[in-house]
């Protein structure tokens, strides 16, 4: 497709429950990552990867969280027994290289409700 | 660490012009903006690197004041499609790792 698209757009689930969102980049872009966006706290660094590797899983909130990357291409983020304190719109960006002179390209995001 | 920005909210009429500021208190290689209509995607505006570069749209400008560690986002003769949340993300040098401020909502009345 012609950007980064995000699936599903809305996401209820209940509390324990794990989830998985899905991000597809942008074709060729080797940079990918993953923001958290909660109501009035900005957009929060969750997990950057370059190609099918991540240098620093350090924005990971807890080790209920995982992303992979496959073929350098969908990157999947996993929330294992999901918590309230989860719900947020989960944001994916992709950019050509991940040099801090490229512009990044969001997806519409991932809304999680966890109930 | 989390950039400041301010003001929080700010409110203009068509044609009037707003600044908005972003600052960090460690030493800066680059700053980008974005801005995200609501219920929408953050888009890109510009990137201003240290050494006094800057890449984006030539409607936006901003400044970047290495030695302080701020920039500031100009939008002048503002028009009601400038309406949203505009980001700040700052990079200390990882090469990958934006950190974004809490954002600035900007509203333009008719």
């Known amino acids: 497709g012609a950007g980064v698209s995000q699936s599903p757009s809305n996401k209820v689930t209940e509390k324990g429950k794990d989830v998985e969102l899905r991000c597809d980049p942008i074709?060729?872009?080797?940079?990918l990552y993953w923001y958290r966006q909660s109501l009035g706290q900005g957009l929060e660094f969750l997990i950057y990867f370059q190609g099918n590797s991540a240098p620093d899983k350090s924005g990971l909130p807890s080790d209920r969280f995982s992303a992979e990357r496959t073929g350098g291409s969908v990157s999947t983020l996993t929330i294992q027994r999901t918590q309230q304190e989860d719900s947020a719109v989960y944001l994916c960006a992709s950019s050509l290289t991940g040099s801090m002179n490229t512009e990044a390209f969001f997806g519409q995001g991932t809304r999680l409700t966890v109930v | 660490q989390q950039p400041v920005q301010s003001p929080q909210a700010v409110i203009l009429r068509e044609g009037e012009d707003a600044v908005i500021n972003c600052s960090s208190s460690k030493a800066l290689y680059s700053v980008h903006w974005y801005r995200q209509k609501h219920g929408e995607a953050p888009v890109f505006l510009m990137i201003?690197?240290?050494?006094?570069e800057q890449k984006g749209h030539e409607k936006i400008s901003a400044s970047f004041n290495e030695k302080k560690q701020q920039s500031s986002l100009y939008l002048t003769a503002s028009q009601l499609s400038y309406s949203g949340t505009y980001f700040c993300?700052?990079?200390?040098?990882?090469?990958?790792?934006?950190?974004f401020g809490k954002g600035t909502l900007l509203t333009v009345n008719p």
């Open positions: 201003l690197l240290k050494g006094g």
């Open positions: 993300g700052t990079d200390r040098g990882s090469n990958y790792k934006l950190t």
């Open positions: 074709s060729g872009h080797t940079a």
